[in-house]
Nanobody, 124 residues
Framework: QVQLVESGGGLVQAGGSVRLSCAAS????????MGWFRQAPGKEREFVAA????????DYADSVKGRFTISRDNARNTVYLQMNSLKPEETALYYC?????????????????WGQGTQVTVSS
């Protein structure tokens, strides 16, 4: 099994920045692709970013390119999402996920393990 625990969410002003963290345990972290998704009330879960096991490849949703950065520290079994220039419409519950993949999948169905989510609220 893999256990994922997100942290770092909270209230931020529009245009501000937040860094989310996701700590993993239960499986060799370096063998997992990691991703971030978000879900607002009444909306579908949306892909945000992904990173492969080595950290050499990343992928982002078009809406966040240039503003968000995903990274990982395999020594700490942790993945991060740095979010800059946040917009009110990006208020959502942000989820960390892990996949048994050598690539950077963008679909929720590709991920095998999920965290509980951390709330990010962006005020206007």
């Amino acid at each position: 099994q893999v256990q994922l625990v997100e942290s770092g969410g909270g209230l931020v002003q529009a245009g501000g920045s937040v860094r989310l963290s996701c700590a993993a345990s239960g499986r060799t972290f370096r063998n997992l692709a990691m991703g971030w998704f978000r879900q607002a009330p009444g909306k579908e879960r949306e892909f945000v970013a992904a990173i492969n096991w080595s950290g050499g490849n990343t992928d982002y949703a078009d809406s966040v390119k240039g503003r968000f950065t995903i990274s990982r520290d395999n020594a700490r079994n942790t993945v991060y999402l740095q979010m800059n220039s946040l917009k009110p419409e990006e208020t959502a519950l942000y989820y960390c996920a892990a996949a048994l993949s050598s690539r950077t999948p963008q679909t929720a169905a590709s991920y095998d393990y999920w965290g509980q989510g951390t709330q990010v609220t962006v005020s206007s």
